[in-house]
């Protein structure tokens, strides 16, 4: 994406002067450039979309926002963002600007990324070059996709929404109502089809092309806005039309033969280039990172780069670790024989609990929990004992990875025991600085195998389902046992989907549409302390409740759907969600 991170920020200047000179009013600006010019100018039009890339949220940003939502979900505990971030695990949101201090922000920035789309729309037609016409489909598509995008992640979060197809005039009327969800998808999937038309191939976005939005990309945002339209959430009646929408729009992306699904799961995130990876953000020499509090607005905007190895390294490291995996998630790690989970719960004093453990799980050594397991623990996961730039992790009391007051860093050792590794670039140290380049991966092959078993499941075309789930399960590099389709099949592809997707900020959407949130997003945290024998170095695990017990989690039926931001409420006639 060379040629969409190294760009400049066109600034469009429109002037008004006043005055009865008509030379005077004729001269250009000398330092900016003028409004119409951009739009005679096919370098400058392709500099206005390339800045247009830069407003898509990524998963990456410092403390929490944009795509990094695993915090917030049933997946980890963040130890350095709790005040926030409590308000949405506790059951606490309010339309109010300090509640959603964090993630609200993407309401303003959303609609002002759509209205930069809109400009687009609304000029490219005074544009006209011989020559240039498939270049000009190509970029109108890009706008169309991205405009697509920032109202899909409107409707995830909030349901319908208003739908801003043009700009506004002075004479405007700004009294917009909102749009039913259904119509919300509708005006997304006529979008992306028209999108879809003029993007190219991934095995034609080389070199200087490299990163730009192709048509498996748009296929990939359609079958996500067909899903949540097909899901509980939405689908209150089970239409099973929607479901067959979700399966040809997978069959579409599947029959472009362009993606495979990776042969390295861990290395999978390091590379853009990956043949797995179907949309993604990169990062190139874009180090710096800023976090803007608009005062205008009262929220946190993100820009720039990322530091993402420093916020989530362990202490041994010079990290911050931030997000926890929580060990109710750990335990969802099946194990390499079995094929089982071999933890079913806990039981007992909230300090000391005793694991109640599966009886199929014959694979399973509670003095040895992390062995056996779905190797993609071990690829996503920090955990004790596991292999990380060339060394053994010790979250051990006492060990360089610990909370032990006597280590170094010891402040920023994790409060459960668990870090994420997932993306993690582990030739990073705290000499090379602070700056990191790994791409955020908005979409893979594996997650469209598995929206597609789900339709299939949907669709009762069960061996169809359980087809698509091994091909993810069975990747050279995991090797995990086949499922089967005996007993509760949907809770094995969701169970699937958790893992294969953890941490990738998917767990928040699938739950919610599932409309399994208000269950698994209120369970209590379970954290792990390690107590190793100096004398054998043998190691013993204490379980324990976080936060000082439990019925600390919950997640009302209300937090199924964002609140507007009140400001928005307060300056129209927009209909709040309920309950806010």
């Known amino acids: 994406m060379k040629k969409i991170t190294q760009i400049l920020i066109v600034t469009i200047t429109v002037f008004s002067i006043s005055g009865c000179n008509d030379d005077f009013l004729d001269l250009k600006p000398q330092d900016a450039v003028s409004e119409a010019d951009v739009w005679q100018d096919l370098n400058l039009i392709e500099l206005y979309v390339n800045d247009r890339y830069n407003e898509l949220p ?32 506790q059951g606490g949101l309010t339309s109010g600007s300090l509640n959603m201090y964090y993630f609200n922000g993407f309401w303003l920035d959303a609609y002002r990324a759509i209205r930069n789309n809109n400009i687009f729309l609304e000029n490219i037609s005074n544009f006209s070059e011989e020559g240039t016409e498939d270049r000009i489909k190509q970029l109108t598509a890009e706008i169309r996709f991205l405009r697509a995008y920032f109202y899909t992640e409107l409707i995830a979060r909030y349901g319908g929404v208003p739908l801003v197809k043009s700009t506004f005039e002075l004479g405007s009327s700004f009294d917009i109502q909102r749009s039913s969800f259904e119509e919300c998808v509708q005006f997304i999937v006529e979008e992306l089809n028209m999108a879809i038309e003029g993007l190219s191939n991934k095995d034609e976005a080389v070199e200087l092309e490299f990163g730009r939005i192709t048509k498996g990309a748009a296929m990939g945002l359609k079958i996500r806005a067909l899903l949540f339209n097909a899901s509980p959430l939405f689908n209150e009646t089970n239409d099973q039309t929607k479901w067959q929408h979700v399966s040809d729009a997978c069959e579409e992306l599947f029959d472009l033969g362009q993606y495979n699904l990776s ?11 990956n043949p797995e990876v179907i949309f993604f953000k990169q990062f190139i020499n874009q180090f710096g990172f800023e976090l803007v509090d608009e005062v205008s607005d009262f929220y946190f905007h993100y820009r720039g780069g990322h530091s993402i190895d420093e916020w989530r390294f362990p202490n041994g490291d010079g990290g911050w670790i931030s997000e926890n995996p929580r060990q109710e998630f750990i335990d969802q790690y099946e194990m390499t024989f079995s094929g089982v989970i071999p933890v079913l719960g806990y039981s007992g004093n909230s300090s000391n609990l005793t694991p109640i453990i599966n009886p199929e799980a014959f694979d399973y050594n509670p003095n040895q929990p992390y062995a056996n397991r779905d190797p993609r623990l071990g690829y996503s996961v920090l955990h004790d004992g596991n292999q990380f730039k060339g060394r053994e992790l010790e979250f051990w009391d006492g060990g360089k990875d610990s909370r032990n007051t006597d280590v170094d860093f010891w402040w920023n050792g994790s409060r459960l025991g668990y870090g994420i590794r997932k993306s993690l670039d582990e030739s990073w140290s705290l000499d090379s600085g602070t700056g990191s380049n790994q791409p955020w991966i908005y979409m893979r092959l594996a997650e469209f195998y598995l929206t597609y ?128």
Request: glycine fraction near 6%; aromatic fraction near 14%; proline fraction near 5%.
């Open 453 to 580: 078993a789900e339709a299939q499941y949907h669709l009762n075309n069960l061996p169809v389902a359980v087809e698509y789930v091994n091909k993810v399960r069975s990747r050279q590099d995991v090797n995990m046992p086949p499922i089967d389709a005996s007993g509760d099949l949907l809770r094995k592809i969701k169970h699937e989907r958790k893992i294969e997707l953890a941490f990738e900020s998917n767990r928040w959407y699938d739950a919610r549409r599932w409309l399994d949130a208000e269950v698994d997003f209120a369970k209590d945290i379970v954290g792990v302390e390690i107590i190793r024998n100096p004398l054998d170095a043998s190691k013993s695990y204490r379980y324990f409740y976080f936060e000082d017990g439990i019925g600390n989690r919950s997640f009302p039926q209300n937090h199924y759907l964002w609140p507007i931001p009140i400001e928005e409420i307060q300056k129209s006639n927009l209909e709040q969600n309920p309950d806010y």
């Open 58 to 89: 990524h998963g990456f940003p410092q403390w929490a926002g944009g795509l990094r939502m695993t915090g917030i979900t049933d997946e980890s505990y963040h130890m350095h963002e709790a005040r926030f971030l409590d308000k949405y695990t």
């Open 263 to 273: 042969a390295d799961y861990q290395g999978l995130f390091l590379s853009a280039m």
